[in-house]
């Protein structure tokens, strides 16, 4: 099965278990894919015949605006949601990164992995 891949996304959210994460947000990355059949769309140069992915990018922007949350579980599975609405459903997959979180002594990431509609 043929994808589309948005990597590295980065989006500015209010989210976390502290009550300064939800009030002041900070970074996520986000890494989309979305598997589907992507032939006639690159044989017939149709845009018709796959997944516009600025659509994506837009909805993206608009959730972050408005969402409030402690997990970044329950952030994910919004995003699943918004991707399900927008293309139906086509297997997925998010992959939601926390860039800093706030443990003390710990300087990398910590992520989520989700999948909708996904068979292996």
């Known amino acids: 099965m043929d994808a589309i891949h948005i990597t590295d996304l980065r989006v500015w959210a209010h989210v976390g278990v502290l009550d300064h994460e939800r009030l002041h947000g900070q970074w996520f990355s986000l890494d989309l894919t979305l598997r589907l059949d992507l032939t006639k769309a690159a044989k017939e140069d149709d845009l018709d015949s796959t997944a516009d992915y600025s659509l994506a990018v ?28 927008l293309y139906g459903p086509v297997a997925m997959r998010v992959l939601l990164r926390k860039c800093a979180a706030p443990i003390p002594g710990f300087g990398g990431t910590v992520a989520v992995e989700r999948h909708r509609h996904w068979t292996v």
């Open 58 to 85: 837009q909805e993206l922007q608009s959730l972050v605006a408005t969402l409030k949350c402690q997990t970044i579980e329950h952030f994910s599975e919004q995003v699943l949601d918004l991707l399900e609405h």
